[in-house]
Structure formats: C-alpha cells, structure tokens
C-alpha cells in the first residue's frame, strides 16, 4: 500500500543554527503534524525562497507557499482546529498571541547579542549589555505573567492546566523555544526570573518531545555538510572565551549550568 505523500513541506535553515525554524518545527513534531522538511545552507536560500528569507512552508493542495514563522503558525492553527495550537479560552489566546508577537517582533538586542548556536557554549568574559540585561528581565516576567494569569484562569475553568505558558503547549511556547537555547549557551543568569517562569524553563527541558528536537539538533552537528562557519565560535580569536559544545545529555538546572 503507497504512503500518501503529507501536504507540508517545511524549508529552513539547520535548527541548531536557525531560531525562526526552530519554532515552525517544534510546533510541527509537537502536534504530530505530518510533514517533509528540508534544511538548507545559507547560500542556497534563494534557491528555495522567493524572499530569500526563511522557513517556509510549502502546501502542495493549495500550491501555495507561506513565508514567515508567525504566518505559517497561524495558517496551521487555522488548518488544525482541533488541535488547539492556541489556546481554547479566548481570554487566554488573545494573551498567547501578545506573548508570541512580542517574541516575534520584539527584543532586537538580544537577537543580536547572542547570536543562534544552539549546542554552544562560550565561558569566560561574555559580557552582557545593560540593554540585554534589561530585554531578558522583560521576558522573564512576560513568563511568570503568563504563568500567574493563566493558572488562575484555568482554575476559574475548572480545567487542567498542564504547565506550559498557557496551560497546553502553544504556539507561544514554541516561539520561546530558541530563547532557552540561546540562554544556556551564553550562560545568562536566570537569577530574576520567578518561580513559575523557572518551572516553565524546567517543562520545556524535559518535555520528550523537545528532548527528542534536542537529540536532532546533535544529530545535525555529526554531519559536516551542515555546518554554517558564519555561527560556530563567534568569540574566535578571543582568549577570555572559550568555547566549546554542552554534552547530549545535559540536563536543565535553575542555576542555568
């Protein structure tokens, strides 16, 4: 019996390098949405893009492609209503959405301060900018607001609510996703984030599914062809950073080590 071919194909970058389709992914492998993917290098973008940007989605049905990890997101929300990859409640949607769209557009010092690595990781004299110090203290109470609003909510609901920003996994916490990798890899402080967004840190961590996109990502790094130079040891040449790779089987710790 043929296997029928999934309607998606998703195009991006090598997760381990690429936070924008990191988040497409893991909301793809999370929601058991069947799909293809392709990753690319950096100089074979425009072969695949028209924007030269990437991810991108390709809908063979609709012979259609989408660009932009916020679109593609919403277009399978829209496709998949009964998966919830926003939230049922109204109230708490609207607030996932905020929360995803602040991500999305938002904290430009960051991105640019830590650039994307996911399995590196640089000690010594990583400075950070009192303006990145100010964007992280911004998301850590973006996540412990999440977190106090929506266990209140579901409660008033009398609904479970399975410990992830929004009660279920979302769109929103696939947006934060990278965020985490980036923070581990720079050895940010997590000393002003709250309890809720530490519990929430510790969910994400250990959820298989994201250990098993984990697991991915080092696969990636065993084949040569995947490497972006551009990305790896952005400190070179600097003797107060070293640099090197987290082991596979690091686990999460509030200390953040």
Not at 4 to 9: K, L, N, S
Not at 26 to 45: D, G, M, N, R, W
Not at 187 to 207: I, T
Request: include cysteine; hydrophobic fraction near 40%; charged fraction near 25%.
């Amino acid at each position: 019996m043929a296997t029928e071919t999934p309607d998606y194909h998703l195009i991006g970058l090598y997760t381990r390098y690429s936070s924008w389709t990191a988040r497409v992914e893991a909301v793809l492998e999370y929601f058991k949405i069947p799909h293809t993917h392709q990753f690319i290098k950096l100089s074979e973008i425009k072969t695949h893009s028209p924007t030269g940007l990437v991810p991108i989605l390709q809908v063979h049905t609709l012979n259609t492609t989408i660009s932009d990890s916020l679109s593609i997101c919403e277009f399978l929300a829209e496709s998949h209503p009964e998966l919830a990859l926003w939230p049922r409640d109204r109230r708490l949607r609207a607030l996932a959405r905020t929360a995803a769209s602040q991500m999305h557009s938002g904290f430009s010092v960051l991105r640019h301060t830590f650039p994307t690595n996911f399995l590196a990781r640089y000690t010594g004299n990583v400075s950070i900018p009192e303006d990145a110090v100010a964007e992280i203290e911004r998301m850590f109470g973006i996540w412990d607001a999440a977190r106090l609003v929506t266990k209140k909510r579901l409660s008033e609901l009398g609904e479970e609510d399975r410990g992830f920003l929004f009660g279920g996994f979302s769109v929103a916490d696939a947006f934060f996703w990278p965020i985490l990798w980036r923070f581990r890899s720079y050895g940010v402080p997590l000393d002003a984030a709250g309890p809720d967004a530490l519990a929430w840190m510790e969910k994400m961590w250990s959820d298989p599914v994201f250990r098993a996109l984990g697991d991915r990502y080092y696969g990636q790094a065993k084949d040569p062809g995947s490497q972006i130079a551009h990305y790896d040891d952005i400190f070179r040449g600097r003797e107060d950073i070293q640099y090197s790779l987290f082991p596979q089987d690091w686990t999460f710790s509030v200390t953040g080590k």
